[in-house]
């Protein structure tokens, strides 16, 4: 199967950027995805990354993708209070169910 | 609003008691996959349906579990017997199904489902 592994938490100050992790062993996956949670709320899609991108920029949003390192991260630039929830990255072949890691909660300090 | 939604959004009940849950995905989807996720965890998959067909379903999905898309438009979750471990909150997303990004999963508020 398909394991999937983000750290827990991430803290950062108003204005600053956030990077988030995602290392994963299935090399197969040809979407890569980042979804955002909010509290009671279910799961929002920020972006997504085809497997033969290595990274793709939407607004304050950047994706990367190593594949030799199986390692996906989002960067949040100019991070503000907002953008504190739980963010998930979840892989998939596409047309099937999403693989999600555990979450990553970031809370953003005024 | 035309998102995914889900009915009802919070339920309580007893152990060994059924519960169905509802969910009406984005109306040009043919595609409606259901999660659980339950604390700290992101979420499971159980199952999904492309139009009325059931075409997966996860080792999650016990026999006290059904799901149902009968026109191909919502579909609706039932759990028999409920047990205190299935308390968790089950999502219903939905996807247009056809080639790369339309593959993207819209996710609905999700039902919040505790047995007490």
């Known amino acids: 199967g398909e394991d999937v592994e983000q750290s827990l938490f991430l803290s950062v100050r108003e204005g600053d950027s956030s990077v988030i992790n995602c290392t994963y062993t299935d090399s197969s996956s040809t979407y890569l995805y980042w979804y955002k949670q909010e509290p009671g709320a279910g799961l929002q899609l920020l972006t997504y990354?085809?497997?033969?991108?290595d990274m793709k920029q939407d607004q304050r949003l950047t994706v990367l993708l190593n594949k030799k390192d199986k390692h996906l991260s989002l960067r949040i630039a100019d991070t503000q209070t907002g953008d504190s929830a739980i963010y998930f990255c979840a892989l998939g072949p596409g047309r099937r169910a999403l693989t999600f890691g555990s979450g990553t909660r970031l809370q953003v300090q005024p | 609003d035309t998102g995914v939604s889900q009915d009802p959004r919070h339920k309580i009940t007893k152990r060994g008691q059924n519960v169905t849950f509802r969910c009406d995905p984005i109306s040009e989807h043919n595609r409606l996959y259901w999660y659980r996720q339950t604390l700290g965890q992101g979420p499971e998959f159980l199952t999904y349906f492309q139009n009325e067909a059931q075409l997966e379903k996860s080792r999650l999905l016990s026999d006290r579990f059904s799901a149902e898309r009968p026109k191909g438009s919502f579909s609706t979750l039932e759990i028999q017997r409920t047990e205190q471990g299935d308390s968790a909150m089950y999502l219903c997303a939905s996807s247009l199904g056809q080639q790369g990004p339309s593959y993207e999963q819209y996710f609905g508020p999700g039902t919040r489902l505790t047995v007490t």
């Open positions: 990354i085809f497997s033969n991108m």
